[in-house]
């Protein structure tokens, strides 16, 4: 590719069919997949109903500005949000967190926030900023001051809460950072914490949200009640969307001229969404728990005893398998793709999978049999 900046590491092949749960490279060869692009295409390539509801939206209209009343918009947001929530569409996860950012600020009238360090939020300043990963932030600086950053996990953060703050942003499991799983008691305790200061909580389920764990946030998983979520990838199934779902009481910060985009809310995207959305059935979100336990149970057995492996990591289908330094997991996601496997990475040599959750038992397995070949 010469023609593009070259912001990413591209492997030397071009996905130009996909069909189920397996994509086909422009040499032919046929992969099982363990991606969903980024945990993005969760209902695989040719899902009928998103398709169908895509191009039906195709023939009527792709797009028309904010300016009008949308029908499509106010359905998906009613099939996302809580009766005291309201949802704002934009068009990615970094917009969304973007949004999270300046309504917390605004609705709360205080500018610090506090995220994590390993917290992944996006690449725009707002979500850079948010983002604890020196590497992303390293030569775009000056950041957007009075963002503070503590050790995820760890109690010290608590003593950093208190009521000058605005917010505070995390993931319930980090995802770019190693698909680490917050523990139980630190998440119940920040989330008390914020309550008891004033500080808005914000949930960026970006990865983690629409079915990945089981739940159709992964903070159910917790019994934890936000005050703002947000969401993007698995959401519209590739067509690109974001949303921030918040409280109904901070609708006065998000009046008319506040804030916007041209294409978020775009009926294309709204289109896919409610496709996947009616198939987020308690049903669907059951099936994912049933193939994830045998997907664990597996993981514990035949992944974790071998020998490069430190870790095992994760929760639902998003899972991470941390190996030692004797093994670089680029090298092993380029082993596995010659076997025929798409796999990620995430931070700390960890090799991450993100199958799409409709994937059947049977391809589950044989995944993770070529996984384990490879790493032995
Ligand atoms: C991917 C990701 C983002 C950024 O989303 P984009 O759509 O790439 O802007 C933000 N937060 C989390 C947790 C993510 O995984």
């Known amino acids: 590719m010469e023609h593009v900046f070259p912001t990413y590491a591209r492997f030397p092949f071009d996905l130009v069919k996909g069909e189920d749960v397996y994509l086909t490279d422009n040499h032919d060869k046929t992969y099982l997949d363990f991606t969903s692009g980024i945990g993005v295409c969760s209902f695989g390539y040719s899902n009928e109903i998103i398709q169908s509801n895509v191009q039906n939206q195709l023939g009527k209209i792709w797009h028309i500005s904010n300016l009008y009343e949308s029908q499509i918009q106010d359905d998906v947001a009613a099939m996302l949000c809580d009766d005291d929530q309201l949802a704002f569409f934009c068009n ?21 926030v506090l995220a994590f360090n390993n917290g992944f939020h996006g690449r725009s300043y707002g979500s850079m900023s948010l983002t604890g990963n020196p590497d992303i932030q390293k030569g775009f600086g000056p950041l957007v001051p009075d963002v503070e950053f503590a050790d ?25 950072g190693g698909v680490y799983v917050a523990d139980q008691k630190w998440l119940t305790d920040i989330q008390q914490a914020c309550h008891d200061n004033g500080v808005l909580l914000i949930i960026d389920e970006v990865q983690s949200g629409i079915g990945r764990t089981g739940k159709k946030f992964a903070f159910e998983n917790f019994g934890l009640k936000p005050d703002i979520i947000t969401l993007a990838k698995a959401l519209g199934n590739g067509i690109p969307i974001g949303a921030m779902i918040g ?40 099936e994912v728990q049933a193939k994830s336990a045998k997907v664990w149970q597996k993981l514990e057995t035949e992944i974790l005893p071998l020998l490069s492996v430190t870790e095992v990591t994760g929760m639902g289908l998003m899972i991470g398998i941390h190996l030692d ?8 996601i380029t082993k596995l793709q010659d076997k025929g496997l798409l796999t990620l990475s995430a931070k700390h040599n960890t090799l991450r999978l993100l199958p799409p959750l409709i994937m059947d038992d049977d391809k589950l397995n044989e995944g993770l049999d070529i996984i384990k070949e490879i790493l032995q």
Not at 92 to 112: D, I, P, Q, V
Not at 152 to 176: F, K, R
Not at 269 to 282: C, H, I, N, R, Y
């Open 92 to 112: 990615s996860g970094t917009e969304a967190n973007e949004a999270a950012f300046k309504l917390a600020r605004k609705y709360n009238g205080k500018t610090a």
């Open 152 to 176: 995820y996990n760890d109690n010290e953060a608590l003593e950093l809460i208190d009521s000058h703050l605005a917010a505070v942003i995390l993931e319930v499991i980090q995802g770019e």
């Open 247 to 286: 409280k109904k009481e901070m609708i006065g910060a998000f009046g008319p001229g506040s804030h916007g985009t041209t294409f978020g809310g775009n009926k294309l995207a709204m289109a896919s969404a409610q496709g996947v959305l009616q198939q987020l059935t308690p049903e669907f979100l059951a």
């Open 325 to 332: 330094t004797t093994l670089d997991v680029n090298e092993v």
